[in-house]
């Protein structure tokens, strides 16, 4: 039974061929589908009446389960969904003033362990599915009640939620294909961003084959550091990164990246670290987004005093770059940066953690 939350356009014509039908009815499904979060065959008033009848039988809508929601004082708003049992992942709604931006996860879990996070801590399960990725833009529509025809809810799209999205390379892409396809939901490459802990044969392929905005976590001015941090660092090190960054900056949509940065107090926020990173990055047309550390049970650190993080960003101003805070949002439903954490069966003690698992012929 073929999901068809599963499927880009190319993959619904395909669909529609095979069951003898004209292209023009798989953009005719994915307007219904994304457009106007359509959940049932019946819903689909232009198709023929035979071909709502045939579709129940050899296709489904089928996003991931609504567990929870909840809402924050600030107005996030985050949803608990199932993806399969004892599985859960978490999808966070950051509303603006001026626009209104979905954190999407894209992995149930995280292999990469990153010391500050809390969803490494869980573990690793598997890789979402398109459906799973592109189902949490589906439900936040759904339970704000978009218009397809009023104000764009949603205008930002950041895959920043559990996981890393190039470990889940294939499906990571058909998914932002569907953000950008017009007859989806026609979003901006500027306004959909994938952010990497640093897969840098994965950033070349997506350089390549789907440039959107992209953010790196980086959260260290050297590789010692880095390798507690961000222990991908160990096989893609700092002088494979910044060479990557001034390449996706040539195909992208963006003349700069962002280097995602947590303020860790005591650890990465001195002014010799603020110094190694304009050391750093002077090849690298840039902007750092500062983010206090949110703090989880356990974890082990402490955020950077306000007072720091402000000392931090007026040293990287003075060095040329630009440097934003990034304003703590939800914290009081875990919802913050770093929080997510869902619900993980935990599988990495028993696959491989080797990276080239996941890249496959990357």
């Known amino acids: 039974m073929q999901n068809l939350l599963d499927l880009d356009l190319p993959g619904l014509v395909a669909f529609f061929e095979s069951l003898g039908e004209k292209p023009f009815r798989a953009r005719q499904v994915m307007h219904w589908l994304h457009q106007y979060g359509a959940d049932d065959f019946a819903q689909m008033t232009d198709l023929a009446k035979s071909l709502r009848a045939k579709l129940p039988e050899v296709s489904e809508i089928r996003p991931p389960l609504l567990h929870q929601e909840q809402v924050s004082d600030d107005g996030t708003r985050k949803w608990l969904l199932e993806v399969g049992p004892q599985n859960r992942v978490e999808t966070v709604f950051i509303p603006e003033a001026e626009r209104g931006t979905l954190c999407v996860s894209t992995q ?11 969803t490494g801590r869980q573990g ?16 936040a529509n759904k339970a704000m009640g978009r218009d397809p025809k009023g104000d764009r809810l949603i205008s930002n799209v950041v895959l920043m939620g559990m996981g890393e999205p190039l470990l889940n390379y294939d499906n990571t892409v058909t998914a932002v294909s569907l953000m950008l396809d017009d007859h989806a ?11 990497t802990s640093g897969i ?8 390549e084959q789907m440039p959107v905005a992209l953010a790196v976590s980086l959260h260290a001015p050297n590789d010692a550091l880095r390798d507690q941090l961000v ?17 996706y900056i040539q195909d992208g949509p963006r003349d700069f990246i962002t280097f995602e940065y947590v303020m860790l107090d005591g650890i990465n926020d001195r002014p010799e670290h603020a110094e190694q990173l304009l050391q750093l990055t002077r090849d690298v047309n840039c902007k750092f987004n500062l983010i206090p550390f949110n703090p989880f049970p356990n974890s082990g650190f402490q955020r950077s005093s306000s007072e720091t993080v402000r000392r931090f960003a007026s040293q990287l101003m003075a060095g040329g770059k630009i440097a934003t805070t990034r304003k703590t949002r ?7 940066c770093g929080q997510l954490a869902g619900q993980v069966q935990d599988k990495s003690r028993r696959v491989s953690h080797r990276i080239d698992k996941f890249m496959g012929a990357a």
Not at 185 to 195: D, E
């Open 185 to 195: 939901y026609g979003l901006s490459r500027r306004r959909v961003t994938i952010s």
């Open 330 to 336: 939800g914290g009081d439903i875990d919802a913050a």
């Open 108 to 118: 149930v879990g995280c292999a990469l362990e990153c010391a500050f996070c809390s």
């Open 200 to 207: 840098v044969p994965a950033m070349d392929r997506l350089r």
């Open 124 to 139: 690793f399960n598997r890789n979402l599915s398109v459906a799973e990725i592109i189902g949490q833009l589906w439900w």
């Open 231 to 247: 222990p991908i660092n160990r096989k893609y090190p700092l002088k494979a990164l910044m060479p990557a960054c001034q390449r």
